[in-house]
């Protein structure tokens, strides 16, 4: 199975600051097609996980623009721009090149 | 809007069995492929399984842990998901989530499995 390793596990922010996120997997995740199937998604306290960025770069409806994903070949970031209130919460990233599909442990969005 | 509903979590002793459902709504459900993803209490996401479309094959990949006693189907004329579990384990206890795309998540089922 790939491995996907995020760091740091926690992370301690101020308001306003850019924040981010690396992600790396135990194999590249460019798959025959030459999409990258790397996901981000967001779990704010209480609720369901929220998909933030597909195939490495792509931006969902409805997400602000301070969130960017970045990378390539087994080594990915998620960067907010600007830290708000409202995205405190879980973050972790997803492949689906390889089967299974797997996640990363997990980085929790704190208030410093 | 896209709406995932689960139902069917609850407490069940270890050994036993539970199906779990997940209605959906607002997306065209026979064209998804659907997962099913786990999260232990205070713990990361962990996926259990998916199903394609009918017209992909339909064909239903497992995770290791369940595979032999976790069964994935689906109803496209009741655009509903089912998870049938057997052979329950303590380390089963968790929400249970069904994912449609990679994208769309329901608010998911509470399983607990304790004596």
């Known amino acids: 199975d790939v491995v996907m390793t995020q760091s740091p596990l926690s992370l301690p922010v101020t308001l306003g600051q850019p924040a981010s996120i690396s992600c790396r997997s135990s194999?590249?995740?460019?798959?025959?097609?030459?999409?990258?199937?790397l996901n981000w998604f967001q779990q704010r306290p209480g609720q369901s996980p929220r998909r933030l960025i597909y195939?490495?770069?792509n931006r969902d409806s409805g997400v602000p623009d301070r969130f960017s994903g970045s990378g390539s070949g087994a080594d990915f970031t998620l960067t907010i721009s600007r830290v708000e209130a409202e995205d405190l919460g879980v973050y972790y990233c997803?492949?689906?090149?390889?089967?299974?599909?797997?996640f990363g442990q997990g980085t929790r969005l704190e208030i410093k | 809007e896209v709406q995932l509903v689960e139902s069917g979590g609850g407490l069940v002793k270890p050994g036993g069995s539970l199906r779990v459902s997940c209605a959906a709504s607002?997306?065209?459900?026979?064209?998804?492929?659907m997962n099913w993803v786990r999260q232990a209490p205070g713990k990361g996401l962990e996926w259990v399984g998916r199903?394609?479309?009918?017209?992909?094959?339909?064909?239903?990949d497992y995770a290791a842990p369940v595979k032999g006693r976790f069964t994935i189907s689906r109803e496209d004329s009741k655009k509903t998901l089912f998870l049938q579990m057997n052979s329950l384990q303590s380390e089963d206890t968790a929400v249970y989530y069904c994912?449609?795309?990679?994208?769309?998540w329901g608010q998911g089922t509470l399983v607990t499995v304790s004596s």
């Open positions: 195939k490495l770069s």
């Open positions: 607002g997306f065209s459900f026979s064209d998804a492929w």
């Open positions: 994912m449609a795309e990679d994208k769309y």
């Open positions: 199903i394609k479309s009918i017209t992909d094959g339909g064909t239903v």
């Open positions: 194999q590249s995740l460019v798959y025959s097609d030459g999409v990258t199937y």
């Open positions: 997803m492949q689906g090149t390889h089967w299974p599909i797997t």
